[in-house]
């Protein structure tokens, strides 16, 4: 059976099960992580998170919010996956704090310069694993069954382009990037709002507070988007620089054997799976 195949029954069996209730979607509940949060949430040692995890012998991971739905499925399809919690932000904010000292044990980035820059402070207990490239979308919730036209931006009826910030998100990058490609950045600057991270921008677009939004394949194929509108125009790869996207062991838990065994899972046919049902294409 292929690893495709085998993906796909595991999620049918994890949605099923998030449909009867049985898996809590944690994103009304600030305050916890268990099984992820939401938002660029400031880890300390001393906060209430890092105590729960200390105690029961969980790690703590980091990742990019481009993860928010295939990231949990693969903690769902883990083993072990009660030694697992997971803080979801974008990358900048994720990386800003790991060079803080937050105690975060592994670190998954939609940008790999990220963890290359841990790596060369010293902040890092592993090589860094290449798990995916990342694609990027134009999605509206207004369904429409032709492609959107990139000049389709400039129209009277878009009041509002939702992107992630270009300062700390790297797919906030690459859509600034696609928007200079298509020389519309300048001309369409006053109709922009910026999400924290990518799952921010995406829930501007699906609330409707942005006509809008060039957001992450991989949460136009969520679940949640595609009850909203299951069409998407994928933007071309040559329009922005590839989201190259890594995983890395923070120097803490360098001889952390929970961290280290989900490190190898990512690896495994399993995990590439389901990323790749989620849009993310291999390296």
């Known amino acids: 059976m292929g690893k495709s195949l085998v993906a796909s029954l595991l999620l049918t069996l994890f949605w099923f099960i998030v449909a009867c209730g049985k898996v809590g979607n944690n994103e009304s509940n600030e305050g916890s992580i268990s099984p992820h949060r939401e938002g660029d949430a400031i880890i300390e040692t001393t906060s209430a998170p890092y105590r729960e995890a200390a105690a029961n012998n969980k790690v703590i991971i980091a990742a990019a919010s481009d993860l928010r739905f295939a990231l949990d499925s693969i903690v769902h399809n883990y083993p072990q996956r009660q030694q697992i919690q997971v803080v979801y932000g974008s990358s900048g904010k994720m990386y800003e704090q790991i060079s803080s000292g937050a105690p975060f044990d592994l670190y998954f980035s939609a940008d790999l310069e990220y963890p290359k820059n841990l790596e060369k402070k010293g902040k890092t207990g592993s090589e860094i694993y290449l798990y995916a490239i990342g694609r990027l979308v134009f999605w509206s919730k207004k369904s429409d069954d032709h492609p959107m036209d990139p000049n389709y931006l400039l129209s009277e009826s ?126």
Do not use: C
């Open 158 to 283: 878009v009041k509002k382009i939702a992107i992630a910030n270009p300062r700390h998100a790297p797919y906030g990058k690459r859509a600034e990037e696609t928007l200079r490609y298509y020389e519309l950045w300048d001309r369409v600057g006053g109709k922009l709002v910026f999400g924290e991270n990518i799952s921010q921008t995406a829930q501007f677009v699906s609330t409707g507070a942005s006509e809008v939004g060039l957001i992450a394949l991989s949460l136009a194929l969520s679940p949640n988007l595609k009850k909203i509108n299951a069409s998407y125009t994928l933007i071309p790869s040559e329009a922005h620089a590839p989201l190259r996207q890594g995983v890395v062991i923070t120097k803490r838990a360098e001889n952390n054997p929970i961290a280290k065994a989900f490190f190898e899972f990512m690896q495994q046919d399993v995990a590439m799976g389901i990323l790749a049902h989620f849009g993310f294409e291999e390296p």
